[in-house]
């Protein structure tokens, strides 16, 4: 499975941003999807993630009420819906996918957001 991040750049503090994933080359709607981030000098943590049909969400506390995951399964595509933001959300964003019963096995390239103040 390859998966292809876009959708980052540079935005004002209270700004909005939408990060899509495409994957290609699997079975995408048998994945389980996640966002995770990675800020200068830290780890790289996790986000939020969905199931394979989209009807299951998690988010990290940090990013829950302002951030919203999705996915089309048609299009192949998972998305990260980012209100709100903040100048600690400012990071590398990297998609990843799970196979069934499977750790997150896929990584995107990552796309670099920030957010000034």
């Known amino acids: 499975v390859q998966l292809q991040a876009s959708g980052g750049g540079l935005v004002q503090a209270g700004g909005s941003l939408r990060l899509s994933c495409a994957a290609s080359?699997?079975?995408?709607?048998?994945?389980?999807m996640g966002w995770f981030r990675q800020a200068p000098g830290k780890e790289r943590v996790f986000v939020a993630r969905i199931n394979e049909s989209g009807g299951s969400t998690t988010y990290a506390h940090s990013v829950e009420g302002r951030f919203t995951i999705s996915r089309d399964n048609v299009k192949n595509t998972v998305y990260l819906e980012m209100n709100s933001l903040e100048p600690e959300d400012t990071a590398v964003y990297y998609c990843?996918?799970?196979?069934?019963?499977?750790?997150?096995?896929?990584w995107g390239q990552g796309t670099l957001v920030t957010v000034s103040s």
């Open positions: 990843a996918a799970a196979p069934p019963m499977r750790p997150y096995a896929y």
């Open positions: 080359g699997g079975a995408f709607s048998s994945y389980g």
